[in-house]
């Protein structure tokens, strides 16, 4: 089993339990990220394929709603070819289920019966359909703002919704109050066990583009999950020798709340003050964002870079993308909006990847 350890005090995690930091305070890391292993299991579907690669010994349990397997579409801006990474059609609407049915099934094996987590929605929704399928017992902080749409669905999944006022940052406070009080916090931001099944969408895109990784990944940035899951996947890639380099990095923020850019334009691997303000991409208001400082130092060096982008252009690509056919939440649509900015000074192809589904948001 490969363990992530504490990325202040280089305490491993623990066999039993599920804290979701270390003792001193400390995040939890993988030092060394499961390597990729190309005997894919026969008898699974999706993500499951890859289960040698999460590091979590062949005995973990299977909680699974069919995600994975997502289309990679290719599609048309100005006179460029780019492919999107269709991940909204995963079973809740987003990329979540990736995360959520490898924690999901972390949990379960550690015989936990109840749990809370934050989300500004996705997560939330997400959490509370794998946590229903697993039979653990949900609870969801969210913003008071968060859409109507997924707190609904938060709720049909039979999770109990507490709702925040206030900035994101109030409801991951009111969280850890909880998570204070001994209930297990299964944190899709803080525990690194997710981030394996993230990785299979560099997996699925290399299988998907013939053996090969795109020039330019896009993908929308938040807690920085999903780009730092990418980064991990194709490294993982290219260490098993499947591809012979990892691609461009591209990273979107919004303008409201973009702290990683901050850092990137200053040339700065760590983060600064918090920065949150109001943006219709509500899926990357994250004024704290867990895995930004990873990302920063793996991007540096050229290797990568990040944009912010307002909302009025943000609004613009979100209706840009459905009057082509592809209908995702605003916060997908920053991977739309940005490609002003980089066609023609990326690496082709470029492959965006489509976070959420429409349906879910009301704007």
């Not at 690669?53 to 994975?68: K, V, Y």
């Not at 399928?133 to 669905?153: F, M, N, T």
């Not at 691609?247 to 973009?258: H, L, N």
């Not at 959420?356 to 009301?362: D, E, F, N, P, V």
Request: glycine letters at 12%; aromatic letters at 8%.
């Amino acid at each position: 089993m490969n363990l992530p350890v504490c990325t202040l005090c280089g305490q491993p995690y623990p066999s039993t339990g599920t804290p979701f930091l270390c003792d001193c305070g400390g995040v939890y890391d993988f030092v060394d990220f499961p390597d990729f292993h190309s005997d894919l299991d026969p008898d699974e579907r999706g993500l499951w394929r890859y289960r040698s690669s999460f590091g979590l010994g062949a005995n973990l349990p299977i909680i699974s709603l069919g995600e994975g397997n997502t289309p990679l579409v290719e599609a048309k801006y100005n006179s460029h070819s780019l492919w999107l990474k269709m991940e909204s059609l995963n079973p809740t609407g987003s990329y979540k289920d990736r995360g959520s049915a490898v924690l999901a099934s972390f949990l379960a094996s550690r015989g936990v019966t109840a749990a809370v987590e934050d989300s500004s929605g996705n997560a939330g929704a997400s959490f509370a359909a794998y946590a229903a399928g697993a039979g653990i017992h949900a609870e969801v902080y969210v913003p008071a703002s968060a859409s109507g749409p997924k707190r609904r669905q938060i709720e049909m999944y039979g999770a109990q919704v507490h709702a925040i006022p206030g900035p994101r940052a109030e409801a991951a406070r009111a969280v850890r109050t909880a998570a204070e009080a001994g209930v297990s916090y299964a944190s899709h931001a803080y525990l690194p066990f997710g981030l394996t099944g993230i990785a299979t969408i560099a997996y699925e895109i290399a299988e998907q583009m013939g053996g090969k990784a795109p020039g330019t990944v896009v993908a929308p940035l938040g807690h920085g999950g999903l780009l730092y899951g990418l980064i991990q996947g194709f490294a993982a890639l290219k260490r098993a020798a499947v591809v012979t380099q990892e691609p461009f990095y591209v990273g979107v923020q919004a303008a409201g709340c973009g702290p990683v850019f901050a850092a990137f334009e200053n040339h700065e691997t760590t983060l600064r003050e918090p920065i949150e303000s109001d943006t219709i991409a509500e899926g990357v208001r994250v004024s704290h964002p867990v895995r930004g400082t990873a990302i920063l130092k793996h991007i540096a060096h050229g290797k990568g870079s990040i944009y912010a982008i307002a909302d009025e252009p943000l609004q613009q690509a979100y209706l840009q993308m459905a009057s082509k056919g592809f209908f995702v939440e605003p916060t997908s649509a920053l991977v739309w909006a940005v490609l002003e900015d980089i066609l023609g000074k990326v690496p082709e192809p470029v492959v965006l990847i489509l976070t959420g589904s429409g349906l879910k948001t009301q704007i």
